[in-house]
Every structure is written in C-alpha cells, then in structure tokens.
T-cell receptor
C-alpha cells in the first residue's frame, strides 16, 4: 500500500534540544494528522491540520500544513525523555482513507 | 470516554486456526477502520465501515480475512484459516467525521502471533 515519506527515519537528540521532522507526498492532501506511538500501544493523536499554511500547537509540539498541500512538518521544543517514541504523519485526501507515513523514531538522551 | 477498546491485547494461535479480533469504537463515531501494522509495510488500511456498512475492503489481503459490524458499538475481524504471515499488530480506529473533524482515534491494538 501507499506510504508517505517521513524524514528523518530516526534520530538521537539530547534532552532539551528542539526536534524537527517532516512528511512528504507526491499527492495533495486536505488533512494532515500527526500521531505518536509508544511501544506496545496504539498511535495517539497529537495534532490535526485542515488548511494549507495552518500552524497549530499542542504544548511543546507545533505542526504545519505545507503550502503545497504535499507536505507537513512537526516540531518539538525542549525535548524530554518521555518524547521517545515513533511519530507518524497521516494524510487524507478526498476519500476516508488515511495514508500513513513510514515513521520517525525519536530517542532522547538524558 | 473510554476510547476505542480492542480485545484481546495478545493472541497466540496455531496455523490453521480461526482468529477473531474485537473492537468497540468510541460512542457516536460513524466511521470504523481496521489497520494492520508490520515492520515491513507499516500501517495498512484493511477495511472501513460507515454507519455499520462496509465501504471499502480493498485492503483485505485475501478471502481468509473477513470483517463485520453488526451494530454501532461492535466490530470483528476474523481470519480463517490463520497463517504465520498474518502475524502483526491489528488496530481498530474510529472517527466522528462530523463538523469537519476528521481525526481517527486508535485502540491499543491486538498483537497476533501465528505459529
């Protein structure tokens, strides 16, 4: 099945650092969602974006809906150990099928 | 709200046996999705329902897989007969899809191991 490209695939960062990741597609989407998945758990919704150019925050997390509608970005400020996990983007076009990204695995060094 | 509830959390079965996974969506959500997650293929949509009616089952791997939604609060995914390659984590998700809200909320998943 189709998957969105996420970058980076994985990253190690120091506690307190800011983190940036992105998600790109060859197709246009009208909704972008960002999820975090902890080991052994289901994906948990972090942020939903509905308009091109939209910038939305949830605590230390900020996500943006790309102007081209083919990409989205997630930033985490002042990372903490509990930010460890896999971050997934998901795009939605005219159908009800959410297309998920390949995931960015984040590891935080205390 | 209790969220999406899936059972069992873990299932180990022998090849050839029938497996039934269960899901209770969030009350009031009209859309229900079944996903499968593997390392190789990531999160794949298997099937989704709207108001208990299957809308798109093009992601169902083969005839061994079937899904039902007899009412708004319950859905099952059945594999018969199961094979080792069916080993994966299966997620159920639901969405309200009202007022422009298009977020999908996931359950904790069922980890299936077929030996």
């Amino acid at each position: 099945g189709q998957q969105l490209n996420q970058s980076p695939q994985s990253m190690f960062i120091q506690e307190g650092e800011d983190v940036s990741m992105n998600c790109t597609s060859s197709s246009i989407f009208n909704t972008w969602l960002w999820y975090k998945q902890d080991p052994g758990e289901g994906p948990v919704l972090l942020i939903a974006l509905y308009k091109a150019g939209e910038l939305t925050s949830n605590g230390r997390l900020t996500a943006q809906f790309g102007i081209t509608r083919k990409d989205s970005f997630l930033n985490i400020s002042a990372s903490i150990p509990s930010d460890v996990g896999i971050y997934f983007c998901a795009g939605l076009s005219g159908t009800y099928k959410y297309i998920f990204g390949t995931g960015t695995r984040l590891k935080v060094l205390a | 709200d209790a969220g999406v509830i899936q059972s069992p959390r873990h299932e180990v079965t022998e090849m050839g046996q029938e497996v039934t996974l269960r899901c209770k969506p969030i009350s009031g959500h009209d859309y229900l999705f079944w996903y499968r997650q593997t390392m190789m293929r990531g999160l794949e949509l298997l099937i989704y329902f709207n108001n208990n009616v299957p809308i798109d089952d093009s992601g169902m791997p083969e005839d061994r897989f079937s899904a039902k939604m007899p009412n708004a609060s319950f859905s099952t995914l059945k594999i018969q007969p199961s094979e080792p390659r069916d080993s994966a984590v299966y997620f159920c998700a639901s969405s309200p899809w009202t007022g422009g809200a298009r977020e999908a909320f996931f359950g904790q998943g069922t980890r299936l191991t077929v030996v």
